[in-house]
Nanobody, 129 residues
Framework: QVQLVESGGGLVPPGGSLTLSCAAS????????IGWFRQVPGPGKGREGV??????????HYTGSVKGRFTISSDIAKNTVYLQMNSLKSEDTGVYYC????????????????????WGQGTQVTVSS
């Protein structure tokens, strides 16, 4: 049974930092693309891909608004993917989900998908003073 469990969310002031973790079980990161997606509040706001990683080849992708501020990484031994978020802004507020898809897709295309094989339950990130 595949499980993705996110942790590390919370309330942080603008300019602060958080590190999210996605602990995977039932899959091996070497054979899956993993991504962080967020659902931001507000009408008509869809779920967007924030950052994705293909651990087998070390490929990463970031959406434009987080480049230079967020860093995605994976620990194969721990079967865990991390998202280090620095210089957080109010517009980063949302529910962050970890998702996985088997295979080695184009990482940018993977990050643009809305339907994936497995999703975690999400962790809330609130950036507010």
């Amino acid at each position: 049974q595949v499980q993705l469990v996110e942790s590390g969310g919370g309330l942080v002031p603008p300019g602060g930092s958080l590190t999210l973790s996605c602990a995977a079980s039932g899959i091996t990161l070497d054979y899956y693309a993993i991504g962080w997606f967020r659902q931001v509040p507000g009408p008509g706001k869809g779920r967007e891909g924030v950052s994705c990683i293909l651990s087998s080849v070390g490929e990463t992708h970031y959406t434009g608004s987080v480049k230079g501020r967020f860093t995605i990484s994976s620990d194969i031994a721990k079967n865990t993917v991390y998202l280090q978020m620095n210089s957080l802004k109010s517009e980063d507020t949302g529910v962050y989900y970890c998702a996985a898809m088997r295979g080695s897709p184009n990482i940018e295309a993977f990050c643009a998908r809305t339907e994936l094989d497995y999703w975690g339950q999400g962790t809330q990130v609130t950036v507010s003073s």
